[in-house]
């Protein structure tokens, strides 16, 4: 075939395909539109997950009735006028594509009055071309109606998925968009249903709250941060909500995102959200979390997808590590602060009031003989000579074991199952790190010597790590082919019976990088109690106190689940009597 330049038509269905994707994609676009012509309340409409009918009206500025065919037209904006302007954007439209891609694929009619126009005037198009213009009275604002979109691209039609999906999708947007605009009033209607509405009274709680509901907001924190920008005299503002360590779920799906009000997609971004929450939360499994982050314009180029989902930074590590910081400082304070206390609260710890500040009354004030009577405590510190940190559980009581693995406990909300094995993991990794930090002497004799046969590899190993292993508080002497002794101990773990457990901890250092963390959750995981352990009534009291107090106590070092809670709702509803 001989080389021909396209069809005006055939470019603009091709350019379609690229700014509309589906039904969810038009409703962007058109909710857009509607922002950058400043209004204040947006109402969307949907029929058959948007392949029916999609229909956005606002209240904004209206285009001018002159202006009205031009808008239509691929390139036409009224946002843009030189590539300059592309560097300092403030409006989310830029290309003049999207109405021009929509009509492209579908019946529309545009309903619009500009607030200087005396009349409105109503534009129908089918397939982007033009059907019928004429006058008509109307308020203020514009109303975009799309009907049978993609009926002309059957390729593209065959693509969408069900009606359910699309919906779904649809309402994402429409709930993003209300999130990252509480001025703006939104209202979503799909198949006649109203879905979803926001107030537009500029509240984001509100609004946030709305879109996940009240009973996982309660669990999400406020985010508010501004940290100055390298190089410029700018500041990258961090604020929005992020859930704490115990929501989460299997996708990234509740990570929301916007940079400078757009809803963008970017994995690296979402990633240092999740990041913040590192050893918090089970690996593969993701927080909620809603974050607007401003940055000065010329700090972001939006001008590198078609969709404009994506943007591209001009120092991403930057934005990142802004980003991570926010959150992650918002959880540790979240854990420390005293506000917590409101927080589980009002989480549902309505029941008792718990004072944060006391310690747990099963120790306060216990003499240490007391507390230890002639039980073997085995491999779990004593910590009632502790000074009483944060508490970042309420108070558990203990009471029993199930198939030596489980610590079952009464919280105020209900019950709480806690895997031994993770959980002392976690404690032991929070007190060496604490001990390390405070640098208190980390080596401890042992007193009944332990030996321990390497393999060759081991051996080997050994070599490579005795640096590391000895900053952490080891002192190891060779004692006979590949055999070796422990003089001393890291002090947390100086009771524990390491023999077995210390080839584990080397191969754990065999695949890292041996950094100080990694050799430290390597010992805490060998030292732990194991699952299959049957422990006392004292050792698991005192394990569940030392818990309530770890800075992250949902989850081990290694991403394993400490923790999981039986609210009495849940136990409500098994047992029918919701
Ligand atoms: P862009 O948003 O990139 O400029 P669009 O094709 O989405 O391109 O819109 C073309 C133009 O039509 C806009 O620049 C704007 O002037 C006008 N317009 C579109 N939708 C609206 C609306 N809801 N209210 C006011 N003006 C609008
Ligand atoms: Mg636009």
Not at 21 to 39: F, H, M, T
Not at 52 to 71: K, M, T, Y
Request: aromatic letters at 6%.
């Amino acid at each position: 075939m001989a080389i021909i330049v396209l069809p005006e038509e055939v470019i603009a269905r091709i350019a379609a395909g690229e700014a509309v994707e589906r039904p969810a994609s038009a409703v962007k676009e058109l909710i857009e539109n509607a922002i950058d012509a400043g209004a204040s309340s947006v109402h969307v409409e949907s029929m058959a997950g948007g392949r029916q009918l999609i229909r956005v009206s606002d209240n904004g500025a209206g285009i001018p009735g002159l202006e009205i065919e031009l808008a239509f037209k691929r390139h036409a904006t009224s946002k843009l006028r030189a590539t300059e302007d592309l560097e300092d954007l403030s409006t989310l439209g830029f290309r003049g594509e999207a109405l021009a891609s929509i009509a492209a694929v579908s019946q529309t009619t545009i309903i619009t009055r500009h607030r200087d126009d005396p009349m409105g005037i109503s534009l129908r198009l089918n397939g982007g071309q033009i059907d019928h213009q004429r006058p008509i009275g109307a308020p203020a604002g514009t109303v975009v109606a799309v009907e049978n979109l993609f009926f002309n691209t059957p390729a593209r039609l065959k693509f969408l998925k069900a009606d359910r999906t699309e919906k779904r999708n649809i309402q994402a947007v429409v709930t993003r968009y209300a999130m990252a605009y509480p001025h703006i009033a939104f209202t979503l209607k799909q198949d006649q249903r109203e879905q979803f509405r926001s107030s537009g009274r500029g509240d984001l709680a509100d609004v946030v709250a709305g879109v996940f509901g009240h009973a996982h907001f309660k669990r999400m924190i406020a985010i508010e941060s501004s940290s100055p920008a390298r190089l410029a005299r700018a500041t990258i503002a961090v604020r929005g909500y992020a859930s704490l360590p115990d929501l989460t779920r299997s996708d990234r799906s509740r990570i929301v995102l916007f940079v400078n009000g757009r809803a963008i997609q970017d994995n690296a971004l979402s990633h240092a959200v999740t990041q913040a929450y590192e050893g918090m939360i089970k690996s593969g499994t993701f927080p909620f979390a809603v974050l607007l982050i401003s940055l000065p314009t010329d700090f972001v180029d939006v001008n590198v997808h078609p969709t404009k989902a994506q943007v591209r930074f001009r120092d991403p590590s930057q934005v990142f590590s802004a980003v991570q910081r926010a959150v992650r400082q918002a959880l540790l304070e979240a854990d420390l602060d005293e506000d917590n206390a409101d927080h589980w609260r009002a989480a549902g710890f309505t029941n008792e009031t718990i004072d944060y500040r006391t310690p747990s009354p099963p120790f306060a004030g216990t003499a240490k003989e007391d507390f230890f009577h002639d039980a073997d405590l085995g491999t779990i510190p004593e910590a009632a000579d502790a000074p009483a940190k944060p508490r970042t559980l309420p108070i558990l009581r203990v009471i029993g074991q199930i198939g030596a693995m489980y610590i079952v406990a009464e919280g105020p909300v209900g019950l709480y199952l806690i895997d031994q094995n993770a959980a002392h993991e976690r404690i032991l990794y929070e007190q060496m790190c604490e001990e390390q930090r405070a640098g208190s002497p980390l080596a401890e004799p042992v007193s009944d010597s332990q030996t321990v046969l390497l393999s060759p590899e081991h051996d080997i190993v050994l070599g490579d790590c005795a640096e590391i292993l000895s900053e952490l508080g080891f002192e190891i002497e060779p004692f006979g082919p590949h055999t070796y002794v422990f003089r001393a101990l890291p002090s947390v773990i100086a009771s524990a019976r390491l023999a077995d457990g210390f080839p584990g901890i080397l191969d754990q250092l065999s695949r890292t990088d041996k950094g100080t963390e990694e050799a430290t959750a390597a010992v805490a995981a060998a030292a732990a109690v194991k699952s299959g352990q049957i422990l006392s009534l004292e050792e698991m009291q005192t394990l569940v106190a030392q818990l309530e107090r770890c800075p992250s106590p949902f989850a081990s070092p290694s991403g394993n689940t400490t923790l999981i809670r039986l609210t009495r709702e849940q136990l409500a509803l098994e047992f029918r009597r919701a």
